[in-house]
């Protein structure tokens, strides 16, 4: 049969190599050779291919995406046949086992490296060609440049230097084009480096959770061979093994097992409870998810030791399957929605500026030539772009990012800072996210008097730890005895407990009541507590039995497991009262979500012990001791509990109008349980200002399960306008009340976040942030505007899918980065809204030579402007303090308040713009000697003498000098929205930054400079003035000032 199978193989291999090919009589003597020629191991390779199949259902593609696997409901002996690998029965610890290594070869030949292929990742020079040339706020700029060049090679011809020089006309424009050129450039390399630098973070944080070696077996020559093998050279059919605290490293079916082994697929299934694990063939009807004889990649085992052979690899594995779900490209982030929205606005204004400009070149008394009108129009357009904004956004972003990077919150995309000030709600995974991932006992409950009530002991609130006492002796004692987890010491004095997280949680509060790990060490090596029979836990009995002691000092039976198995073989069972109280304790432990198992013991009469102290059995029925009688101990209350500061954390996100919302895996009692616990459910901030609100559905659609979403879920890849009117009713109300959805699959929780991004936010859909660390939580976030991962426990699947990495997994830490994104996007605004000031003042001379008025400033003073002191002012306020009330607001919304919206445009344009033109013309004309006589003149600049050339050259430099100030002015307006900077009828914001303040000198300093250092002249066509107009030019900085301190008391009074 097999023979005739390997003939069908080989007759499906291409005609070339077959023809190649040894005689197929031959069998596999063949593959038990050293396989040497190509031809064979093309053979070889097909045959291993077509053996893989029958490990998959008939309907299951080459290129499936499910995960679809047989392998749960074969035997061993079949298994063994489909891998061509020797197991044998037990543990496989001895004989010969395991693949042959030319055919291990083979397979890694086929299957290659057993690792998940990574995203792709942009070649770090293309990227940095794409962040320099496209972007659409680049191609504006870009167009500047390019515009500027050809208005310099079309019309450079036109004049000489001289010519130009007596003439009064300006020269080619060879600085602005290649500053311009510069600062562009110069904000790609940094927005580059910036996330280049993340990336290297990452790629750290990966080699320092590198896998260890996983001992294989395989042998060679006919012998065998007990390799260490790295993780990436395993394939399938070899057989390894695995330990309590070992990671998995493939997936694998358990061929061997000892009772009472458990995994932990919490990065899988996002359950926190240990799964046992067994190596009995499963039938087909069971899901590959939940076989217990499977283990897969990325889980750890907890309790036990496996044998285990490999059956699939890379991205043929479970988590495989699911990284390759999430590869599909990211949603928008806001921040580039608000630039394209803003350089829209900048692209109609300029446009239309340049157009009246060059209307109003045409209508100019002053005659000018083609080449001229051409470059002043040019210039009016190029006014009103704002060159500094891009680096400013880029540095302001890398400087909170670095911020962020202090609170161990990695940025690996730029702008997701500003996303993330945005986010109007939060969902996030449970286990390892907003608990700490770890098994703890809560709770000691032990009967305290003849009476028998029931006395509760908690951890103390300041130390955290189980207080030493009298009365819990006895259950601490038991509790050590009776337990299968282990204290180990490892390097630099430091303890490592293995075992089951339901065992070492036990563990751990036993020894903090009996004084300590040494303390636990001792009473366990106590002659009368040696251990001399045990029946472990397992899913049959669902209790676990110890007995200790010699036939010198007696013996002791301890029970341990599920409180209504233990229950039924105590002495409780008599007085239905006292079971009563137990059972009411039990409901109280469970209704807060803990995991309750009862302990109970019992002292063995000389008539219980069997002859010789021989113990038997394996559960209540086979053994040959009574199991009855025992003593009532006490109760274990045992969860994974909230994660410190979580609470608070939680209170501050929905202070500041951010709905938390909790999506678990796990069961709806303990996920609302810890909702309450940590204010996501009934929460005082967020309770229905009345019971109408109630009535609505509050309550109904507070708690949600994944059966209740499976009948809601779109029929395509998301939402759309088609949906049933009866789902929309239904998803409108969830998003609107819902704070836990429990019991749901990865699917669900991107379906969730899909369904807030479309109907919440009254409907114009919500910017969420996606918080989680397991497998299960990646494609939600890559499908949220900000994916969130744990940087300690998290998954790489999930890391590639996020943009933000917590490096302590603290959920406190992304509410703080919450609390900096938001500062930082408010601090932009302010940026946006200070460099958009001068853009009035800086187009109006264009037009004032429609009245006659002298030339007041030139496009490279406007550069000087923009580049020289504007930039690195905008740029400061990215260390801005945040305005009292920042996180006592609602975030803005990206789609529903623009970061460039109306209210903007008019305070830039419409309010200080103005007052700043107003100075300027003020100055120009009263602090410029001689220039009022010269307008007066109506001399076209055609016409100028040397002096009246000087004259223009200081009113051009007043004028300029002005904006200079006014600027300040503007910054120190801005720097506040309604808070009196000077304290003004309220607490004063001050000057607080410091770098703001150095800013401010720097562009005094820079100022001065371009008025009295003469190769800042020669460049800017600037020039001296008298101290007289150096001075005047203050009244506009305390000017605008003030008004600005009127308008916010103003607008104070109207709150």
Known sequence: METSHRELLISKVPNGAAKIAPAPSAGFARSESHISSSSAIIIEAEACRQRYKRLHPKDCADDEKDYKTLVHTLTQERLSAIFKTKIEEGACKTGLCGLKEEQARVYFNVYGKNEITPPKRENIWIKLLRQTFLGIFNILLWSCVIAEVALIVIFSGEGSGEETHHSGKEGPDYVTPIILSAVIVMAALLQWYSELKAEVQMEAMQKLQAASKVPTVRMDHGRRVDLELDPLNLVPGDIIFVQAGDRIPADVRILHCTDGTEVDNSALTGESMPEPRHNKTEPVTCPRPEARNLAFFGTTVLKGNATCVVHATGDATFLGKIAQGIKSSRVKSTLEIQIEHFVHIIAVVAICVGLLSLLANLLSPVKRGPAEILQNSAAALFAKVPEGLLPTVTISLMIASDQMASRNVIVRKIDAVETLGCVSVFCSDKTGTLTTGEMATQDLVVPSSASFSLEVHRRDRDSGLFKSQKLLEDIATCGVLNNGAEIFQVDGGEERWTGSPTEVAILRACAEVNGGS??????????????????????????????????????????????ERVM??????????????????????????????????????????????????????????????????????????????????VLDAQKAGVKVVMVTGDHPDTARAIAGRINILGSAVETPANEAEQLQG????????????????????????????ENVKWWRKAVQHTRVFARVSPIHKQVIVQAYQKYGYNGIGDIVAMTGDGVNDAPALKQAEVGVAMGQRGTEVAKDA??????????????????????????????????????????????????????????AQVLLIDIGTDIWTAIAYALQPAESKLMERPPRHPRHEKMVNCKVLVYSYGYIGQLQMLFCWLMFFWATPGMWDLYLSGKSPNDYNPEDFVTDTM???????????????AAVSTTTKLQSVLGFGTAPYCFPNNTLNLMFVGEVVMGLAAIYLNPIQQAFKTGWIPTRSVLLPVIAFIGITIADEVRKAFGRSLE
């Not at 239905?576 to 109970?600: H, T």
């Not at 002005?962 to 300040?968: D, W």
Request: charged share 25%.
């Open 568 to 649: 039924k073989y105590t002495t409780l069972q008599s007085d239905p009262s006292i079971v009563g109280k137990v059972e009411q304790q039990l409901q109280d432990l469970m209704g807060q979500g803990r995991r309750v198992l009862c302990i109970a013991k019992k002292d063995l009469d000389a008539n219980d012990v069997p002859k010789g102290g021989k113990f038997e059995g394996t559960n209540a029925t086979d053994c040959n001791f009574p199991m009855k009688d025992f003593k009532f101990v006490g109760l274990y209350g045992i969860e994974d509990p909230p994660k410190k500061g979580v609470a608070e954390a």
């Open 518 to 563: 040494a303390a636990t060490a001792t009473l366990k090596q106590r002659p009368e507590n040696f251990k001399t029979f045990e029946i472990p836990f397992n899913s049959e009995n669902k209790w676990m039995l110890t007995i200790h002691g010699d036939q010198n000092v007696g013996y002791f039976a301890i029970l341990k497991g599920a409180p």
């Open 955 to 969: 009113g051009m430099t007043v004028y300029y000098w002005t904006l200079v100030l006014g600027q300040i002015a």
């Open 698 to 725: 509050a309550v109904e659609f507070s708690v949600i399960t994944g059966v209740m979403l499976d009948t809601r879920i779109p029929k395509g890849d998301n939402f759309t306008d088609e949906e049933p009117e």
């Open 802 to 859: 996020s943009d933000i990495v917590l490096h302590d997994d603290n959920f406190s830490s992304v509410v703080k980065g919450m609390e900096q994104g938001r500062l930082s996007s408010e601090n932009l605004q302010k940026s946006i809204m200070y460099t958009l000031c001068s853009k009035v003042p800086q187009v109006a001379p264009t037009f004032g030579e429609l009245f006659g008025v002298p030339q007041a400033l030139t496009v």
